[in-house]
């Protein structure tokens, strides 16, 4: 979760049942176009560690956490490749390989793009399926789950509420998790003030808002800018749903955030090491995974990432 708010702390981290990924020549589902397994031998764990060796010359390390910093107040270890592998993480399987997302609430058409879009982004960024469910109405949650908060005087819906009552009874069968976006602010509970995102990891379950990232409806730059961070909070939390914990070492999107500021001063792509993890847990063709980013990120305008992207296949695909 990533709370942007300081003087709280996370709930600790969940523990995760391992599953290796059987690579399949299933069917293309929603937005992710799977290729026949013949075509790509699933990385080593070997070959793995030799991508992170081959991909630390172009990544940022962190300096010291500047005050009012994620780091600066959370004190948080890091998980190397290595600690992940120890940690039996969670995977995409035969039985559990597709991502859906819920709608929740009224959304303008901008908004609504902006779903579209960030669904075809996680199916890029985990190389799985991800289909969008028929929207729910917000008359379906009852009046104990909304507030109005008491300074700022918009409504905010309870994050438990969704999570317990909406998401987790109906997650699918084949499902590796299910995540709502809401066009509403959400608040977890008293003592907080609001959540851009939360989640419970061991139910494979998550809520997402859209209210703070900015009206994508305003100008073509609003939009851009909308898409990036609504791109990078869920690909950000849907890494913890892989049992990757928060990157402390590299400049990376597994980072954790105090701040809008904060957030959008990191990058989405993923350091060496938890890049490893995600095309472990996803048995990802590394060079077809950027080569869609990179196609997605210059198609829609996300131009600070395909620099990186493209110097990372390079290297990649020496």
């Not at 990232?213 to 609504?230: Q, V």
Request: with cysteine.
């Amino acid at each position: 979760m990533q709370s942007f708010l300081p003087q709280f702390k996370l709930s600790p981290r969940l523990t995760c049942v391992s599953l290796i990924w059987l690579f399949s020549t299933m069917a293309s589902q929603g937005f992710c176009q799977q290729q026949p397994a013949t075509q790509f031998r699933p990385l080593s764990v070997p070959a793995l560690k030799k991508t992170i060796k081959q991909l630390k010359p172009i990544n940022k390390l962190l300096g010291e956490p500047q005050p009012g910093q994620w780091l600066a107040q959370q004190k948080e270890s890091g998980q190397s490749f290595s600690e992940y592998l120890r940690s039996r993480p969670l995977t995409l399987t035969a039985n559990r390989h597709t991502l859906y997302v819920q709608p929740i609430g009224n959304f303008n058409p901008s908004q609504r793009e902006i779903i579209q879009l960030s669904s075809e982004y996680l199916s890029i960024y985990f190389s799985c399926p991800v289909k969008i469910l028929s929207t729910k109405s917000e008359d379906e949650i009852p009046a104990t789950a909304k507030r109005i908060h008491p300074s700022w005087g918009n409504q905010q819906l309870l994050t438990s509420y969704l999570l317990e009552k909406q998401l987790a009874p109906n997650l699918p069968q084949d499902a590796f998790a299910l995540i709502a976006f809401t066009a509403s602010d959400l608040w977890p509970g008293d003592g907080w003030n609001f959540v851009f995102g939360f989640a419970s990891f061991r139910e494979r379950v998550g809520v997402w808002s859209l209210s703070r990232f900015g009206d994508p409806a305003s100008d073509p730059e609003s939009f851009r800018r909308c898409l990036e961070r609504t791109c990078k909070l869920a690909t950000h939390e849907t890494g913890h749903m892989f049992s990757i914990k928060h990157c402390t070492r590299y400049a990376c999107n597994m980072q954790g955030s105090n701040s809008l500021a904060e957030s959008d001063s990191q990058p989405t792509h993923l350091c060496p090491e938890c890049h490893a993890k995600i095309i472990f847990a996803t048995q990802a063709d590394p060079i077809k995974r950027i080569n869609k980013l990179i196609s997605f990120s210059q198609k829609h305008g996300l131009n600070r990432e395909i620099n990186f992207l493209q110097e990372a296949r390079e290297i990649l695909d020496d």
